[in-house]
């Protein structure tokens, strides 16, 4: 062997099974990890699939599929990835004590979707900011109050410790992974490969289901937000909203803060931001008018509030989301996250 020039070790990656699971997320560790890759000269992964005990694990889909490690893949693995996790259940002690002694020792610990119930439960994401799937972000941050849970965003990479949203968020965080050892060209291979982004733009809110609520009509804080809906494209003011519910604009500040657990101002600009999405959705009416049609005063002022309550650009959206019948919908989504 060349002293001078040793070749590379290869990186072993560990994915945990258990019964139950959903096999979408173990496939999409699969699919990155375990391929082979010979169109890269690259001493790519050694993924092994683990599990707490041995035989079959009947997972979703009326499927089995039957590991070929222990734990004991855990204590050698350069990467260990839970790819799911039952957010109902408890993680056994041995497999939080294998988490803890993979972290313990350096590995990389990454979950995807609901496995940073898991990841929580070993207390490797206490101080740490965190993400799962939105739909269970509320549960995990309740349920683990030490973690910083941040519902909005499709991946965390806290260094050891990375966790991604819901399931398809989870591609993007693997290809962020190979990104981080490999280099973007590498990333970009195995998207390509896989028909997917290299890099995806915005955040879980642009698919959060977040209807506009129907505000109630029987106070006086329920009138005025159902006025205010009526007349979105009108400029409204704080002493506009304060008169339909006939209180003084102190009093109604306070009352739909408690009511809306944000300041009236602010929930009219993002009641115009979710008018919108239909539009974005379903039209091809260019951009810049679907920001007036919602309400906004200028393109600039509807592109700053999109971005901050949908996490991505009123153009990317309707790449993602529209018809694909105008000129602002063509094109691949390249760009992506970033923390």
């Known amino acids: 062997m060349d002293t001078d020039n040793p070749v590379p070790r290869t990186h072993v990656v560990a994915a945990l099974v258990y019964d139950g699971m959903a096999p979408f997320e173990l496939g999409i560790v699969v699919e990155i990890f375990g391929l082979r890759r010979a169109e890269l000269d690259l001493p790519w992964y050694d993924l092994r699939v683990c599990a707490a005990r041995r035989g079959p694990f009947r997972i979703a889909g009326g499927m089995t599929v039957e590991a070929d490690h222990g734990l004991e893949a855990l204590d050698l693995a350069d990467t260990v990835i839970v790819p799911g996790a039952n957010v109902m259940g408890t993680t056994p002690e041995d497999v939080r004590d294998a988490l803890r ?62 966790t991604s949203a819901g399931s398809t968020a989870g591609i993007d965080l693997c ?24 890099h995806r733009e915005g955040g879980q809110a642009q698919y959060i289901d977040a209807a506009v609520p129907a505000p109630r009509q029987d106070d006086a804080v329920g009138r005025a937000m159902g006025w205010a809906l009526e007349h979105l494209t009108d400029t409204i003011t704080l002493d506009d909203l304060a008169m339909q519910a006939n209180m003084s604009q102190r009093s109604f500040v306070r009352h739909f803060q408690k009511r809306a657990g944000t300041s009236p101002i602010r929930w009219i600009v993002d009641q115009r931001v979710r008018a919108a999405l239909p539009l974005l959705e379903g039209t091809d009416v260019p951009v810049e008018k679907v920001g007036a049609m919602a309400g906004f005063d200028s393109p600039a002022t509807f592109r700053h509030h999109f971005h901050r309550v949908m996490g991505t650009s009123p153009t990317a959206y309707r790449r993602a989301f529209g018809l694909g019948v105008s000129s602002a919908s063509t094109g691949p989504v390249v760009a992506g996250f970033s923390r």
Do not use: E
């Open 175 to 198: 290809l962020h992974i190979v990104r981080t050892d490999f280099g973007a060209v590498a990333a970009n291979t195995v998207a390509r490969h896989m028909v997917a982004p290299p």
């Open 101 to 162: 002694r993979a972290h313990g020792r350096g590995a990389r610990i990454v979950s995807i979707c609901s496995g940073a119930f898991t990841l929580a439960d070993a207390g490797l994401l206490d101080g740490l900011d965190a993400t799962t799937h939105w739909k269970f972000a509320p549960l995990l941050a309740s349920r683990h109050p030490a973690v910083r849970v941040d519902p909005s965003v499709l991946y965390v990479d806290c260094g050891q410790v990375l």
